[in-house]
């Protein structure tokens, strides 16, 4: 019996000490009871010693989980021993009020305040039975000195947090000389155990209870439902605490209490804390057998957890044979190289479920980073209409404006495509990064074990990275400048010259009609004498708009010869070097251009006069007729190269989108991926390094050490339940 229960004991240590206490919900023995109800006296009276401090107010303010021990020797030495001090065994009882004293202020403080961090004391002695209790705050209900206001809350839900859990059999302490029905410990006892299985019940201070007055319907189980049942004690007065009675004394005083008592004569056997004792030992020990079955299975898959987590660490016999260190070093430098290549591949089993990794983030720089870097750049960006036009000029040179717009777009568009080399070069680094992140995490917990192993392998591996970055790099420099090197305006994609023009077009189609609507809802008088005389011409319009001149002067019918629009630029856009085959730019062209003299008729000419006095005056800032004509010629020409830009560009951007990733892939991921084992054998497989390389680290040796400890513990645990089921 007490086997078992000092099993449960051993493993609520070990599971304490390596901080998952209650991973095994082992049952237990909670007290609660409220202030002054004589818990303290009960759990003295069990242990039969003096070891609880005294005071008034809350006293206990922290858990006690108590472990009792028996000791077989009837003449063994008492002693306690807390599981925060382990090294010291405490003979004098004195000394353990002092150290749960000092171990309660530690934590919980001075004033008063509680903590949950339970102490944990264990007393061997040849006169208690092997039990496990855990002594809880009082209940209290009025915070006194500086004790915090909700001090009862806390007090509360921290007695829940034993409570509560099935595995408690609560112990429930309330004083004879009050009304069971008013008890506080039985009315938080019912909230979590309605029916009354898992609670047994104490009652206290029978000696104080009113002459001709007993509780023999409460200890007989008539007047409150427990299953377990009531027992009562009588423990030591506050004077036989003052005068130091000893604790032999007031237990042969309690015996002697209930044989000669009247109404409890029939039952003593029933009765007094020697009774309780056998009894909670009893009840505990009946507990743990009902859980044996669930333990044992419980423990058996500690013990393979345990077993494979003792795995990882590896074996440290095995690092001292000399053949066998070669082979280990192959082991992990294989294994180090295959987790970097799953990591790529996707096919990592430990794959964070947090943020993407590894290969899906090499996609994801791909196609969200660098693609929207892409994206987001201006086909024209920082060029100025000023910057096109100076463009045009210089590129004129002593010519007349013969080979301007092609000259210049070649000029202006190579400036762009370099535009695309920054995000390119950056989409390198990223993709560089993400392989040194994926080198630097391996968490291979036996690689662990040789940190100067370790080191050296995320060398080896960042070495050969850091060689592959700066090819990548260069080729995707090469990329960009090849790129710049010709520009095809012969590319199937490129919109040409019609298609600008054409773009153009309908855009300032578009506008003028806007325009024009405007202009006659806010017309001047002399504005609509021109429109109603320029009405009677059938030949339309002598408005200065570069555009339709240049359309009604032979564009079109260019356009009609070369419908695929892929001719030359250049001859598309001036027909040829003679001067009459070229398009006139502006009105003043077509008085001497004899395809539009003709049919121009006197009326019409001196309307013209008239509406280009009209838009001299609307435009007062715009300076003269020559200027005017110039700069609109210009205007078209910028916007036609904006357009162009703007297609060829994009054309370059699709290119760069696509190579930019195949070249990263090729020269850095896949080159390092293939690589990575041959190199690490190569600059590491090298016997003089082996014992260097194999230094185990400290820390792994001492968490191999707590590992193995445990796995005996479970081991050991499992063939004692295995034994008793
Ligand atoms: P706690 O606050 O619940 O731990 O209560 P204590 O154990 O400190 O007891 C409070 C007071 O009641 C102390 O002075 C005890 O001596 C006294 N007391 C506890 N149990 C009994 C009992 O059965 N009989 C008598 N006469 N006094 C008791």
Redo the contacts with the bound molecule.
């Keep these: 019996m007490d086997e078992l229960i000092q099993l449960t004991n051993k493993l609520q240590t070990v599971l304490a000490s390596i901080s998952s206490y209650e991973s095994l919900d082992l049952p237990q023995i909670v007290v609660v009871?409220?202030?002054?109800?004589?818990?303290?006296?009960?759990l003295?009276t069990i242990v039969q010693r003096d070891f609880?401090p005294?005071g008034s107010g809350i006293?206990?303010r922290r858990p006690l989980i108590l472990q009792l021990i028996t000791q077989r020797q009837p003449d063994a030495l008492e002693y306690g021993e807390f599981m925060h001090a382990r090294d010291k065994k405490f003979y004098d009882f004195d000394e353990i009020r002092q150290e749960i004293e000092r171990e309660t202020s530690r934590l919980a403080g001075s004033n008063k305040g509680i903590s949950r961090t339970p102490i944990q004391l264990r007393i061997y002695s040849p006169k208690v039975l092997t039990l496990t209790l855990v002594d809880l705050p009082?209940l209290t209900k009025i915070p006194i000195g500086d004790q915090p206001q909700d001090i009862e809350k806390q007090i509360r839900s921290l007695i829940m947090d034993f409570v509560s859990n099935p595995n408690s059999i609560i112990l429930a302490?309330s004083?004879a000389n009050m009304d069971v029905a008013n008890s506080d410990s039985l009315k938080l006892a019912r909230q979590v155990d309605p029916e009354g299985k898992r609670t047994i019940g104490v009652l206290?201070?029978?000696?104080?209870m009113d002459a001709g007055t007993n509780a023999l319907d409460v200890l007989m189980g008539r007047s409150y439902p427990l299953k377990l049942g009531f027992v009562g004690?009588?423990?030591?007065?506050?004077q036989?605490?003052l005068t130091n009675k000893p604790m032999s004394d007031a237990l042969q005083a309690e015996t002697e209490f209930f044989r000669q008592h009247p109404a409890y004569r029939n039952i003593s056997n029933r009765c007094g804390t020697k009774f309780l004792s056998k009894q909670l030992n009893h009840i505990l020990y009946t507990r743990i057998k009902e859980k044996l079955p669930e333990l044992r299975t419980k423990l058996s898959s500690l013990v393979s957890q345990t077993q494979q987590e003792l795995n990882q660490y590896g074996d440290p016999a095995f690092t001292t044979g000399a053949v066998h260190r070669g082979s280990l070093i192959l082991k992990l430098l294989t294994k180090f190289a295959n987790d970097f290549v799953a990591a790529i591949d996707g096919t990592s089993s430990e794959m964070s479920t947090k943020e993407l990794c590894g290969g899906a983030r090499i996609y994801f720089i791909f196609n969200n980073v660098f693609g929207s870097a892409l994206d987001a750049i201006e086909p024209c960006a920082n060029l100025t209409n000023n910057d096109i036009r100076t463009a045009i000029r210089n590129s004129t040179g002593p010519r007349p404006s013969l080979f301007v717009p092609e000259l210049a777009f070649d000029l202006l568009v190579r400036p762009q495509i370099k535009l695309l080399e920054t995000p390119s070069l950056r989409c390198v680094e990223l993709v560089y990064e993400e392989l040194m992140k994926i080198c630097h995490s391996s968490d291979n917990k036996e690689l662990m074990r040789y940190p100067r192993l370790h080191t050296k392998l995320v060398e080896v591996v960042s070495e050969l990275l850091r060689e592959r970055l700066s090819p990548t790099s260069n080729y995707v420099e090469s990329l960009i400048s090849i790129e710049r090197a010709y520009i095809n305006t012969n590319h199937p994609d490129f919109l040409g010259a019609a298609g600008a023009m054409a773009n153009l077009e309908n855009e300032s189609k578009k506008k003028k009609k806007m325009e024009r609507r405007k202009h006659v809802r806010t017309a001047s008088p002399a504005s609509s004498v021109i429109s109603a005389g320029s009405r009677a011409d059938e030949d339309g319009h002598p408005m200065p708009n570069g555009i339709h001149a240049l359309k009604e002067n032979g564009i079109g019918s260019h356009n009609q010869g070369h419908p695929d629009g892929k001719e030359s630029f250049l001859t598309y856009f001036f027909g040829g070097a003679n001067k009459n085959e070229r398009p006139a730019l502006g009105p003043q062209d077509m008085a001497s251009n004899p395809s539009f003299s003709s049919p121009m008729s006197v009326t019409s000419m001196m309307e013209n006069e008239l509406e280009r006095k009209f838009e001299q005056q609307a435009s007062l800032n715009v300076p003269s007729e020559e200027q005017l004509q110039a700069s609109d010629r210009e205007e078209i020409e910028i916007q036609l190269i904006r357009t162009l830009i703007t297609s060829y560009f994009n054309i370059v951007r699709k290119n760069i989108q696509d190579l930019v990733p195949k070249a990263i892939m090729h020269l850095l991921v896949n080159h390092s991926r293939e690589s990575v084992q041959n190199r690490l054998v190569a600059s590491l497989y090298k016997e003089d390094i082996f014992n260097d390389m194999l230094q185990e680290d400290e820390n792994v040796a001492a968490e191999r050490e707590k590992c193995k400890t445990m796995l005996d513990v479970y081991k050991q645990a499992f063939e004692i339940v295995n034994n008793a089921l």
């Design positions: 009871g409220s202030q002054s109800s004589g818990k303290s006296s009960v003295e609880l005294r006293v206990t009082g302490v004083p206290t201070k029978l000696d104080l004690v009588v423990n030591r007065s506050q036989d605490i």
